[in-house]
């Protein structure tokens, strides 16, 4: 089963973690701002490069770390691409809930995020638990939209 009709196959490497985002004139500056998520949880979202002909390039991160976990990303790939990293419910500067932190919650605040930040065409980069947040958004959602899908140290899981 064909799930894309265009994929996209990227190099994910190096990721470490950064201790601050900062503007950078290279990846055509680094924005910040919270994203209203739904529920009164308030993402925050982290976002480099312009949109253009291409993807965007959303990064979701793995349990308990934040958007910054993807710093040299942004900055390998914001020249080129739109680059959109966030901070799950819960998760470094979002909103913590006691509430919602299943992969399915977290599937329908990355689709509420997408819609925000009018991520068109988007190719999702899972890193570890952001993967079993992708196999929820893409049972839910589908795969229409997506240009691609790239899975970091996780495979899906499959659900019954």
């Known amino acids: 089963m064909k799930l894309f009709p265009r994929s996209i196959v990227l190099l994910i490497a190096g990721i470490t973690a950064s201790a601050a985002i900062r503007a950078d004139s290279a990846s055509g500056g680094v924005r910040e701002r919270k994203v209203d998520a ?4 308030s993402l925050r979202a982290i976002e480099a490069g312009q949109a253009g ?3 965007t390039l959303v990064f979701i991160p793995g349990w308990s770390t934040g958007a910054d976990i993807w710093r040299q990303q942004i900055d390998r790939f914001a020249p080129n691409y739109r680059v959109i990293a966030f901070d799950p419910r819960s998760q470094g500067q979002s909103t913590i809930t006691t509430s919602g932190n299943t992969p399915e919650m977290r599937a329908q605040d990355l689709h509420n ?3 925000q930040l009018d991520a068109r065409r ?3 980069i899972g890193w570890s638990q952001g993967v079993q947040d992708l196999a929820a958004y893409i049972e839910r959602y589908g795969t229409h939209d997506l240009t691609g899908l790239v899975l970091v140290d996780a495979a899906f ?3 019954r």
Do not use: K, M, N, Q
């Open 113 to 115: 995020l997408l819609e």
């Open 122 to 124: 988007p190719v999702l």
């Open 38 to 41: 739904g529920e009164g949880v």
């Open 157 to 159: 899981a499959r659900r």
């Open 53 to 55: 002909p291409g993807p």
